[in-house]
């Protein structure tokens, strides 16, 4: 069965830090991968995917993720991060060959000015 | 585009009542997914539709909660009876779906129901 994890439950930075979320996955078939945001009181919202080709993807507000399938890691970073990136984070998996959608437990950013 | 609507936002309710939830995808989205996400926890599938079929709908606590998806359009959940453990937020998505592994696409959530029940 596929599973997620996301080891950093909970990280507090400065403005202007950096940022790298961790996410692994368990599957070992083709996967489609995915970072989803939800800022207090609002819907998931997509910040970017993976589904085949350059493993380096780049996502909206200056996000981007990397795909490293020998460790079946796909970290999100951001160079310098900003109090309205302050929000929820989940990572989040999908046979290539299902809909299914399977989540890690999130990790919630907060960032201070 | 529209998105994905749901309603109430919000429900309180005592344990042992029963409650229903009122999803209404995107417009032409074939897939439509109902996930229970507990405080603290990422979202969890409950069942999935593809059209007006069940597809998935393993982790759906089947003694309580039940779903349907009239006419492949609008869908509802239903708990009855409700228990404290219930409570958590309840996301409708929907996608383009289709052909297994073709649905290349973002999923769409709506923003959710929250329920408490006391």
């Known amino acids: 069965a596929q599973s997620v994890s996301q080891h950093n439950h909970h990280v507090i930075l400065s403005e202007a830090a950096s940022l790298e979320l961790g996410c692994n996955y368990s599957y070992g078939g083709t996967v489609n991968l995915f970072w989803y945001v939800q800022y207090p009181g609002q819907h998931l919202q997509l910040l970017l995917k993976?589904?085949?080709?350059?493993?380096l993807v780049k996502g909206i507000k200056g996000f981007e993720a990397e795909f490293i399938k020998s460790k079946f890691s796909f970290n999100l970073r951001k160079p310098s991060v900003q109090w309205s990136d302050t929000a929820e984070y989940f990572c989040?998996?999908?046979?290539?060959?299902?809909?299914?959608?399977?989540f890690g437990t999130g990790t919630r950013l907060q960032v201070f000015p | 585009e529209a998105g994905v609507a749901q309603s109430p936002r919000y429900k309180i309710i005592e344990k042992r009542q029963s409650v229903a939830f009122w999803c209404n995808p995107i417009s032409g989205h074939a897939t439509l997914y109902w996930y229970q996400q507990i405080l603290g926890q990422g979202p969890k599938l409950l069942i999935q539709?593809?059209?007006?079929?069940?597809?998935?709908d393993s982790q759906l606590p089947k003694d309580r909660f039940s779903a349907e998806r009239l006419k492949g359009v609008d869908s509802t959940l239903k708990i009855q009876p409700a228990k404290l453990e219930d409570s958590a937020v309840y996301l409708c998505?929907?996608?383009?779906?289709?052909?297994?592994?073709?649905?290349?696409?973002?999923?769409?959530f709506g923003s959710g129901t929250r329920l408490t029940v006391v």
């Open positions: 539709f593809q059209n007006n079929g069940v597809v998935d």
């Open positions: 989040a998996v999908k046979a290539y060959n299902t809909d299914k959608l399977i």
């Open positions: 993976y589904f085949s080709g350059d493993p």
């Open positions: 998505a929907s996608s383009l779906g289709g052909v297994r592994g073709t649905s290349n696409y973002g999923y769409t």
